[in-house]
């Protein structure tokens, strides 16, 4: 990624001491000048007022037009797609990840590229911070389209994918998808994330039931992307 090597955290990678999602979490979930940042209502001096309603307003500009924008494929399923009904949805996930790079002109200030949320928690609930084999979530997250295809877009979607497993101690992280948004598919295989079916008749889009596609994220899968892009090799004696 931009303004930053990675080779650091090679190193710490090799070491049986230390973990790179620890090492990674220890740096504020940051890589270069990328970031995931929760958002918190309470933190006005950062996030302003209104926030939920810039992040709904993002999403519209995504797919100008389109009467909804990025809405219908973000927010699988849900009939109401209206600026009070998205905003009092996303007020209730915990958390509501941003995805975020710094930003060039003023170091001071960040941009946000995109967002990720919760949309089931199965297990234990994630307030309980223990350990625990048995404890996965369903996730629904958004990108802006300024931002399709570019590096920042894979490293804040690394970043996501890592602070859900490591904060959580999640075993997986799956998803859904209506049929035609394959490129989402396409987008979260270069994780590890794998096609694991199809519920047919699952999902309401238009007023109509259409089928809907299942991925599944596996913790071991992640740390094998993780180990494989942020690492290079050791040097040959």
């Known amino acids: 990624p931009p303004r930053s090597t990675l080779f650091p955290y090679t190193t710490l990678f090799r070491s049986a001491n230390n973990s790179l999602f620890e090492a990674i979490a220890k740096d504020g979930y940051r890589i270069g000048n990328c970031f995931v940042l929760p958002y918190d209502r309470h933190r006005p001096d950062i996030f302003g007022t209104n926030y939920l309603t810039y992040l709904y307003n993002q999403c519209l500009l995504s ?5 909804y924008g990025t809405l219908p494929e973000s927010f699988c399923s849900m009939q109401d797609l209206s600026l009070d009904a ?18 060039s002109a003023d170091p001071t200030k960040f941009d946000v590229i995109g967002f990720s ?7 234990n609930l994630p307030t309980i911070d223990v350990p625990d084999p ?5 996730m629904g997250y958004v990108m802006f389209r300024p931002y399709y295809g570019t590096p920042e877009a894979n490293v804040c979607m690394t970043l996501t994918g890592l602070y859900y497993f490591h904060k959580f101690k999640l075993v997986s992280i799956s998803g859904q998808s209506y049929t035609f948004n394959y490129l989402t598919r396409k987008f979260l ?27 599944c994220l596996l913790r071991e899968d992640f740390e094998r992307h993780l180990a494989a892009s942020l690492t290079i090799p050791a040097p040959s004696q």
């Open 134 to 138: 048995d404890r996965s979530m369903l």
């Open 86 to 103: 998205i905003c009092a949805y996303l007020h209730t996930r915990n958390p509501l990840l941003l995805m975020c790079m710094d930003n």
């Open 189 to 215: 295989a270069q994780f590890g994330a794998k096609d694991v079916g199809v519920l047919p008749r699952f999902l309401n889009l238009n007023g109509k039931l259409v089928d809907c596609h299942l991925t």
């Open 117 to 123: 949320f919760p949309s089931i928690w199965c297990g």
């Open 63 to 67: 797919a100008p037009n389109r009467p």
